[in-house]
């Protein structure tokens, strides 16, 4: 490669290192590691400082081995910061999970827009399906109908919500960390378990506008051929799964 050519690549590494956006500080050990190479002498050409006596040099261009590292330390950099703001998104029935998605947490916990209390016949009436009770629960204590599409269910800080599921979310779930979601068997339908507390928002039917409702509790979410499911509050996975295969 000629040392035109080398000047083109290096202008547009550079460029692309300057064009890149990120939603936050770039991670700590690539940024120390790159300032570490850049600032460390190179010994096959960096010539230690003259006397102050001697007629000074005209400045010795900077050697390809040099302008490799810097070219090189410029992509790591790039890359980096890239990865570090890669939004992640899964989607189960009718749900979707944004991993690695920093969104500020609720101030307020709200319920879904329009949710009326019913009883079952009432909720199986209103959402076109029948809603399943799990008896390892028993009875819930309170049956809530929002958006005239979802049947939500209680036992104390147990919830479960369950939704004609579709392709387009009605649920939104925000992972701040990298950490992804527990990929699970349900019933034999594919699911995600949620270990850790995460920010939920719901998407209103027709005009789609998304109401902020909580920080969400652990929660496994799953979907057969029909219906999507969200289980919130359970503390193990294992009792989820138990609560879930007891749906009746």
């Given at each position: 490669?000629?040392s ?11 460029a692309?290192?300057d ?6 500080p770039?991670?700590a050990?690539?940024a120390?590691?790159?300032r570490?190479r850049?600032?460390a ?10 006397p ?13 081995v ?6 090189a330390a410029?992509?790591v ?16 029935t009718?749900?979707?999970i944004?991993?690695n ?16 209390s019913?009883d ?8 076109g ?6 008896t ?8 809530l109908v929002?958006?005239g599409?979802?049947?939500s269910?209680?036992?104390?800080r147990?919830?479960?919500d369950?939704f004609?599921?579709g392709v ?8 701040g960390g990298?950490?992804w979601?527990?990929?699970v068997?349900?019933?034999g ?16 039917k027709?005009n789609?506008?998304t ?7 652990s929660t ?6 029909f ?10 996975l294992?009792?989820a ?7 009746r």
């Amino acid at each position: 490669m000629d040392s035109d050519d080398f000047g083109d690549l290096e202008r547009e590494l550079l460029a692309l290192g300057d064009s890149i956006e990120v939603t936050g500080p770039p991670p700590a050990e690539v940024a120390s590691a790159v300032r570490a190479r850049l600032q460390a002498p190179d010994p096959a050409h960096d010539a230690p400082a003259r006397p102050a006596a001697e007629p000074e040099r005209p400045v010795r261009p900077m050697s390809k081995v040099r302008r490799w590292q810097l070219v090189a330390a410029v992509v790591v950099l790039a890359l980096a910061l890239t990865a570090a703001a890669v939004v992640w998104v899964l989607r189960s029935t009718g749900v979707e999970i944004r991993v690695n998605d920093p969104s500020p947490s609720p101030t307020v916990t709200s319920e879904i827009p329009g949710a009326r209390s019913a009883d079952l016949e009432e909720a199986a009436r209103q959402v076109g399906f029948r809603p399943k009770v799990p008896t390892e629960l028993g009875e819930p204590s309170e049956i809530l109908v929002g958006d005239g599409r979802v049947v939500s269910m209680f036992w104390g800080r147990v919830r479960l919500d369950q939704f004609a599921g579709g392709v387009s979310p009605m649920f939104v779930k925000q992972l701040g960390g990298p950490e992804w979601p527990e990929d699970v068997l349900v019933n034999g339908a594919h699911g995600w378990w949620i270990a850790e507390a995460h920010n939920l928002t719901y998407v209103t039917k027709g005009n789609g506008e998304t109401t902020p409702l909580r920080v969400a509790d652990s929660t496994l979410v799953w979907g057969d051929d029909f219906t999507g499911y969200r289980l919130e509050g359970v503390k193990t996975l294992q009792d989820a799964h138990r609560i879930a295969k007891s749906l009746r």
